[in-house]
């Protein structure tokens, strides 16, 4: 069993940063990729970023890309998201999600792929 926990978000303006984190427990969280989604009021939840277990690929969205980078510390047993030249339509709760199996590439922008889930932290970005 995996438990993820985010922080991280608040209310920035736009062109601003923020820093998610994603802390997990449970021994395979290091073993496998892990995700970050997002979900606007009224839109269905979409696929952010992901970075596999070794931290070697790496995955966004083309709506992020440049944008925002992924990274973890298996060590640490964290991930996270850094957020730059935020604009006022990335703001969401972003979820942090932990695969527990082996993903294919195409699998990875799924969120059925994923196994586990954080509870969410809100990200708003002002105009």
């Known amino acids: 069993q995996v438990q993820l926990v985010e922080s991280g978000g608040g209310l920035v303006q736009a062109g601003g940063s923020l820093r998610l984190s994603c802390a997990a427990s449970?021994?395979?969280?290091?073993?496998?990729?892990t995700g970050w989604f997002r979900q606007a009021p009224g839109k269905e939840r979409e696929f952010v970023a992901a970075?596999?277990?070794?931290?070697?690929?790496?995955y966004y969205a083309d709506s992020v890309k440049g944008r925002f980078t992924i990274s973890r510390d298996n060590a640490k047993n964290t991930v996270s998201l850094q957020m730059n030249s935020l604009k006022p339509e990335d703001t969401a709760v972003y979820y942090c999600?932990?695969?527990?199996?082996?993903?294919?590439?195409?699998?990875?922008?799924?969120?059925?792929?994923?196994?586990?889930w954080g509870q969410g932290t809100q990200v708003t970005v002002s105009s």
């Open positions: 999600a932990a695969a527990s199996t082996a993903l294919r590439p195409s699998q990875v922008v799924s969120p059925l792929a994923y196994a586990y």
């Open positions: 449970g021994r395979t969280f290091s073993s496998y990729a």
């Open positions: 970075i596999t277990w070794s931290g070697r690929n790496t």
